[in-house]
């Protein structure tokens, strides 16, 4: 079985200050891991993903997120926030048993005030 | 490239009547294929999902049901809506053999039931 958390309902940051997104997942074997971003009445876009090798991941948009197996972490980070990063993120698993289903966190949504 | 679209874009249906939401990918062959729904402030629920055609996998009981009559076409239907069935419904697609899944989010339906 795999599942994932996101600590965290709503996260609240002034413009120019770091962001950081917890997931924290489980699953019985190497993951698969992907963080979503959702803007408004719109569908979800993917920010980036792990797969293997590199554990620290870099997407669109300035977003990081790095891998830690130890820590059963994904955590998602930007240096500075904009805010155009205003949105609804999804932290995602899949791989667990084989299934190509991911499970979804609940989100978090990320605030950013001027 | 590859395209994901779904239609329409906003519904308003009263209790009782049918509904039919349909989704169509360009650019990819043998996808898979899911639906979700978004109920407000809450994360995404799977409704159903599809390896090919005819090939549907029910996650929730409800009283929705989906079909798959050509490879990139999914539609999702009710004979009869309920108030609980409002809400933003997305289609996603996968390829079938990325080996990870990573999914492609179309644009969402937001569904008023009165």
């Known amino acids: 079985a795999q599942s994932v958390t996101q600590l965290g309902s709503h996260v609240s940051v002034s413009e120019g200050a770091l962001v950081l997104l917890r997931c924290n997942y489980s699953s019985s074997v190497p993951p698969y891991l992907f963080w979503y971003v959702q803007y408004p009445n719109q569908g979800l876009q993917l920010l980036l993903k792990y797969t293997t090798g590199a554990t620290l991941v870099k997407g669109i948009n300035g977003f990081e997120a790095e891998f830690k197996k130890s820590e059963t972490s994904f955590h998602l980070t930007k240096p500075s926030a904009h805010m155009s990063d205003a949105a609804e993120y999804f932290c995602a698993v899949s791989g667990s048993g084989g299934s190509y289903i991911p499970t979804f966190g609940r989100g978090t949504s990320l605030i950013v005030h001027p | 490239s590859q395209t994901i679209h779904q239609w329409p874009a906003t519904l308003v249906q009263p209790v009782g009547s049918p509904l039919s939401l349909e989704c169509t990918v360009e650019g990819t062959s043998n996808p898979n294929l899911y639906w979700y729904r978004q109920a407000a402030g809450r994360g995404l629920q799977l409704l159903f999902y599809s390896v090919g055609i005819g090939q549907i996998s029910s996650e929730v009981p409800q009283n929705l049901s989906a079909s798959r009559p050509q490879d990139r076409q999914f539609i999702l239907s009710s004979k009869k809506l309920l108030l609980s069935d409002s809400g933003f419904y997305l289609c996603?697609?996968?390829?079938?053999?990325?080996?990870?899944?990573?999914?492609?989010f179309g644009p969402g339906t937001r569904l008023t039931v009165t």
């Open positions: 996603a697609w996968s390829p079938r053999l990325a080996g990870y899944y990573e999914q492609y």
